[in-house]
């Protein structure tokens, strides 16, 4: 797939978020203009894209919505939910088209009943206007004219069109209608690239042309030639979709009109001279009175050959008898063609034709979307785009460096004159031309003179000394603004910062402040890359006091050991900064899980028939992308639960004296290292009563236990494994998956759970998790000649003890430690390893003591080593599957660290 | 009128780029590779380039190697490509790449590049 | 060139594009009494159309191509 369609699927998704997002809040604010202007523009940018790309399906229904937010916006229609919820199932679909497009590399295959379905069902929600004509070419917005006088000057435009080729069309012709083109393009089309005389003069099925000024020409003095002034005029027998493919990228400007073919039918000439033939005229009637029309036809032959040509009566008889010939049936036409025999004025089909319902005047198709806008017009300070003027001094720093690379390349030539001319354009655009007469072009010379780019370098330099308004920016800050050339090799010195950067701040275009502030959209398998490296330099480090040492214990070279550890605090130093840097680039807010919530709100709380207000705080805390990501299902269940069992239905709430509508707020705050996320809402709460029976019913805890559990500790049962108080399973809370998993969930990250309930009041539930998972500290020990790692946030202390302090308690061992009994457990066990323990020389045992929940455990280890920080890598694969491993971490001598899950193994 | 070539072995590519400066009133031609770019060259020269870096027969270095040993005038040369490590850019730059854009290239991007570089814009 | 300006009289030829617009309202500006041979000329923008228009221009001979004739005839003079 290639990039430009990965770019259109991500600004797709993007936008449909945005949509997703404005439509929610809109349905609380349904005046706001800005709302309503905003979610416009993105409905319309989507179908813009949708467009280059040629996906009708898609187009059709953005198309559709676009037109429905069009008139929401111009207050023709109210915003209400049912706009919502329609404009809501459109965007899944287009959100579904967008998977599919990405699965199937470009292709749509299917779809095309929805989008026509959708499609229609936002179009409904337009009121049908009765004159649908369309309001392109005049941008001012014109009325459009009522339908007859319009038709009327279709006539005219008609009549204009030499007789022969209206015979030709007319005789020729199977369709019942021909299509008369009015083709008004926008007045800028020209800057377009536009050529619509061309487009005219190209369409399908062309029978006859002529275009038209639109006003009076001004004087030569004044005349834009750029701004077109013209109309077209195209008669043509293609059919509409023939049109409309033709036309298909100025649709909006063309007014298709089908008109019956008999409109063509317009005898001209000249009137007088020739006798009127008053008793033909009776005699023609009566024919057709008896549908004789094979008579009809042999007289009115008879009488052509007998009249001069140029007349107008041969005219008439002309088109009597082609009539004759292609629809000898309709005697209405026939008759006040003989009519006009004797009028001389041709018949006014359109009067005729309204008149007699058996032939109504065919619709006018006429599409109507707003005119497209014309090309991105940049907002300019001191009459200079200030994006274009970064961007110009951006593209000088670059020509500077590659004007001072010296090689020998047998180009160099060709390249300095392109740096050349680049600079010159360049500063041109900078308003600063005159400086390619006064220096440029002697440097240039001389630069060819010698052989490389030096003299214009020094030019160049010499400028920006000499404190003109041209001041070259430092490369990076520029690639920065432009998202266009990363740093390059050799970056000019130090040079002041740009004037223009204040401006730029203020004269965005509107497109560029909505995508956000500058930055980088990098790919996530590149950020770990450069963790990890991250991580092993961390880690690498840490040999270097080692070395020191042995500089000078082992080799005697105390002054290199001391430069070693100079050294080595400057690499900390950084090693540290680097980390931290790189943690903040993995910093997201939690908005990313908190965006997919409105909606799930919304959709879930209809179904169940509750209303439910929610509430986000806190949405830009930040915390490590891993948490972030692992919070998700968390949050969701946890909704889910308590818009299931939590909210009462609005009666409920009522009765119990509580307003109707419940409010759920998900608040998220940072704490010292940690991100805590609070869900609190203000349903029933839940019932110790209930779940003590339901735990006992299902053997979770035992008669006494029943007796005398708390409330509070009655609560948390709803923790464990199994437990759930719907015998039902209900679709909406998964499956009867029970809160366990939840917590399960977030105490894989390390993170904690807590759980609080007022009955009738409602239920808080506080996750705790900490803010980033990148960087542990780490206690090393041995046991059996093997080291581990062990999270130091679980140690307590280290402690020896000798053997004789050791007491056994039925099968476990402990010890006292200040006064307090402390259960000991050998890691050997713990890990099935066979070996017992190994005491040191005074036959004191190693002990770490660790924190596992609320107690305190003695792990009995062989050995202690230093501490030291480790990048925490979760294991992968089978053996991630090992609760006793938290992870591995690399070592700085390449070797892999395994870190224990203190309360798994515990 | 100021033409332009377009030189990328994806259709696709060429025809946004083509799309996009026919808008502003430019020429554009287009080219699969370097090779087929030169040729086209040879013709004619071209007031600006905008040149792909991969492509088979001859890639966007060549071309703008070759390019750059011409003795026809010399017009500025955009690189695009989808790699973002520094030593392309050092290559492209010596090669006589005048500005490097990264894929895919934002059409506001692209015009602001196009205009300054072609000479259109009067201040 | 698609244009090709003589004394008093304008040649266009083949096709004349947008470009040429700005030069041919110049050239009519400053000589007001020219006039315009489109005999070889196969299709114009339409830019060039609407200088010929306001400028009401004499055409001195009309395009050999029937369907650019058909088109021009009725909008300019002869």
């Known amino acids: 797939m290639n990039a430009l369609l990965e770019q259109f699927i991500f600004e797709s998704r993007e936008c449909l978020q945005g949509i997703g997002e404005k439509l929610l809040q809109l349905e609380d604010a349904p005046g706001d203009k800005d709302l309503v202007n905003e979610l416009f523009r993105l409905v319309h940018t989507l179908k813009g894209n949708s467009g280059l790309f040629e996906f009708p399906t898609m187009t059709r229904v953005l198309h559709a919505g676009e037109d429905l937010m069009d008139e929401v916006r111009n207050d023709r229609v109210v915003f209400s939910r049912q706009i919502a919820d329609h404009l809501l199932a459109s965007m899944d679909f287009v959100g579904l088209l967008c998977d599919e497009i990405e699965g199937s590399d470009g292709q749509v295959k299917s779809g095309n009943g929805n989008s026509v379905r959708l499609a229609e069902s936002l179009r409904i929600l337009i009121p049908s206007r009765d004159a649908k004509v369309v309001e392109g070419g005049d941008e001012r917005g014109a009325s459009p004219p009522p339908q007859a006088p319009s038709r009327d000057a279709d006539l005219e435009l008609l009549g204009m069109i030499p007789e022969k080729v209206r015979m030709e069309a007319y005789r020729t012709s199977r369709e019942p209608g021909l299509y008369l083109i009015h083709y008004r393009p926008v007045e800028g089309c020209f800057y377009q690239g536009e050529d619509p005389f061309h487009q005219a003069r190209q369409a399908p099925g062309l029978l006859w042309g002529s275009l038209s000024p639109r006003g009076s020409w001004p004087r030569l003095g004044e005349l834009d030639a750029y701004r077109c002034m013209l109309d077209f005029h195209v008669l043509s027998t293609a059919n509409l979709e023939a049109l409309e493919e033709h036309f298909r990228y100025v649709l909006e400007q063309v007014e298709l009109v089908e008109l019956p073919t008999l409109f063509l039918v317009a005898p001209q000439g000249e009137p007088n001279g020739g006798p009127v033939y008053e008793d033909f005229v009776a005699e023609a009637l009566g024919l057709l009175e008896t549908g004789n029309v094979n008579d009809l036809a042999i007289v009115s032959r008879a009488l052509l050959e007998l009249s001069n040509p140029d007349l107008w009566l041969s005219s008439a008889l002309r088109w009597l008898l082609a009539v004759l010939e292609r629809e000898p049936e309709n005697l209405m036409a026939l008759k006040f063609l003989v009519n006009s025999l004797g009028t001389f004025q041709a018949p006014n089909w359109v009067s005729i034709t309204a008149a007699t319902p058996e032939d109504p005047l065919p619709a006018i198709e006429a599409t109507a979307h707003p005119a497209p806008a014309t090309g991105p017009v940049l907002p300019g300070v001191g009459g200079i785009d200030p994006v274009l003027a970064v961007t110009a001094h951006a593209i000088i720093a670059i020509q500077r460096t590659i004007l001072a690379i010296q090689d020998d390349a047998s180009w160099q030539p060709g390249r300095i004159r392109a740096a050349a001319g680049a600079l010159a354009n360049c500063l041109k655009a900078l308003g600063q031309g005159h400086l390619v007469m006064e220096g440029l072009e002697a440097s240039l010379a001389a630069a060819m003179a010698v052989g490389h780019g030096e003299p214009i370098v020094l030019w160049l330099d010499g400028l920006v000394e000499s404190t003109t308004p041209i001041k070259a920016l430092d490369p990076p800050a520029m690639a920065r603004q432009c998202t266009a050339s990363a740093p390059i090799p050799k970056p000019p010195a130090e040079l002041p910062p740009p004037q223009l950067e204040e401006e730029v701040k203020f004269a965005r275009r509107a497109e560029d402040a909505q995508t956000g502030s500058k930055s980088l959209k990098v790919d996530q398998a590149k950020v770990d890359r450069l963790m990890n490296l991250i991580g092993e330099m961390v880690v690498s480090k840490n040999a270097l006091p080692y070395l020191a040492n042995r500089a000078e214990s082992v080799f005697g070279v105390r002054e290199l050991s001391r430069e070693i550890k100079a050294q080595y605090s400057v690499i900390n130093r950084i090693a540290e900064e680097m980390q931290d840097a790189i943690m903040q680039v993995r910093m997201m807010p939690v908005s990313f899980v908190f965006q997919r919530f409105p909606r799930l709100v919304r959709d879930t709380s209809r179904k169940l028939g509750k209303e439910v207000n929610l509430v986000l705080i806190g949405e830009d805390t930040q915390a490590d992308k891993n948490i972030i990501e692992a919070l998700g299902d968390p949050l969701v269940h946890i909704l889910r639960n308590s818009l299931d069992h939590g909210f009462e239905t609005p009666d409920q709430r009522l009765a119990a004296g509580k307003p109707a509508t419940g409010t759920l707020t998900l608040r998220a705050s940072q704490e010292s290292d940690q991100v805590v996320i609070v869900v609190e809402d203000d349903g029933k709460g839940i019932d110790p009563g209930v779940i003590k029976r339901k735990a006992y019913e299902k053997g979770v805890i035992d008669e006494a236990t029943l007796e005398c559990i708390s409330d509070r500790d009655a609560i948390n049962l709803i923790f464990a494994p199994g437990f759930s108080t719907m015998d039902v399973v209900s679709d909406l809370s998964g499956r009867g998956v029970g809160m366990d998993v939840v917590r399960t969930a977030v105490e894989k990250v390390n993170g904690t759970l807590h759980l609080d309930s007022d009955l009738g009041q409602g239920t808080r539930i506080t996750l705790s998790l900490p803010l980033s998972m990148a960087v542990t500290n780490v206690m090393i020990v041995e046991t059996d000649g093997q080291t581990f790692g062990l999270p130091m946030q679980s140690v307590i202390e280290t402690v020896r003890v000798p053997r004789s302090r050791i007491m056994g308690i039925k099968n476990t061992q402990a010890t006292v430690l200040r006064g307090r009994i402390m259960a000991l457990k050998s890691l050997n066990e713990k890990l099935s390893i066979a070996a017992a323990p190994i005491a040191n020389a005074e036959g004191e045992l190693a002990i770490l003591v660790v924190r596992v929940g609320q107690e305190q455990v003695g792990l009995i280890v062989d050995q202690f080593h230093e501490t030291m920080d480790v990048i925490l890598k979760p294991m992968a694969g089978v053996l991630g599957g090992l609760p006793a491993y938290a992870g591995s971490a690399l070592m700085g001598d390449g070797s892999v660290l395994m870190i224990l899950n203190v309360m798994e193994i515990l | 009128m100021k033409r332009v070539l377009v030189i990328d072995d994806a259709a696709t590519v060429r025809m946004y780029y083509r799309v996009t400066l026919q808008g502003e009133g430019l020429h554009v031609e287009e080219a699969v590779n370097g090779i087929e770019g030169l040729e086209k060259v040879l013709q004619a020269p071209f007031d600006l380039y905008i040149v792909d870096v991969n492509m088979p027969k001859l890639d966007g270095f060549g071309f703008l190697r070759e390019l750059r040993s011409l003795e026809i005038p010399q017009a500025p040369a955009i690189m695009v490509s989808t790699e973002a490590e520094l030593p392309d850019l050092a290559q492209a730059f010596t090669a006589g790449a005048n500005v490097y854009l990264f894929k895919p290239v934002k059409p506001h991007q692209l015009l602001t590049h196009v205009r300054l570089l072609i000479g259109d814009v009067n201040p | ?78």
């Open chain 3, 1 to 78: 060139m698609p244009i090709e300006f003589q004394k008093k009289l304008a040649v266009f030829e083949d096709i004349v594009g947008v470009d040429e617009a700005e030069g041919l309202l110049e050239w009519l500006q400053k000589k007001p009494k020219a006039r315009v041979d489109l005999a070889a000329c196969t299709h114009l923008h339409p830019a060039n159309l609407q200088v010929l228009m306001a400028a009401n221009a004499t055409i001195s001979r009309w395009p050999e191509d029937d369907s650019l004739r058909a088109w021009l005839e009725p909008v300019l003079n002869q």
